[in-house]
């Protein structure tokens, strides 16, 4: 009797292991990518425009989350659509399409620098 209760509970376990194991893999993040070369002319033509967003009425009472995200989109509306409106950033988030955003908005500036 005790046999078969622990072959019961052994089988049990397995089965559960198996359906956990067998959960369908994460579904990788991915957004449309854009080169940026990181130079100092690019840093200099981004920095402009985010301090003049950072000091906007729009986004200069806010903190935090809410004021990254309202710079961004300040910055490039269109980029930002493109790039953050169907997925924001989430609080702790590590922002990997800041790279992306940056040469989108060098693109669309029309101020490409190398």
């Known amino acids: 009797m005790l046999r ?9 376990n397995f089965e559960l292991y198996k359906s956990y194991a ?6 990788p993040f991915t957004f449309k990518e854009y080169p940026y070369k990181d130079t100092p002319k690019n840093e200099m033509t981004f920095r402009e425009f985010e301090t003049a967003c950072e000091q906007s009425s729009a986004c ?3 903190n935090g989350l809410a004021r990254t995200r309202c710079i961004r989109e300040c910055v ?8 953050y409106l169907n997925d924001p950033l989430e609080e702790g988030e590590i922002d990997v399409r800041l790279n992306s955003f ?3 908005f060098i693109q669309r500036s029309g101020r490409t620098r190398n």
């Open 60 to 62: 200069s009472h806010m």
């Open 4 to 12: 078969m209760a622990l072959l019961w509970i052994i089988y049990i």
């Open 102 to 104: 940056k040469g989108c």
């Open 22 to 27: 067998c959960e369908p893999s994460a579904v």
């Open 76 to 83: 490039s509306p269109s980029c930002y659509r493109e790039l």
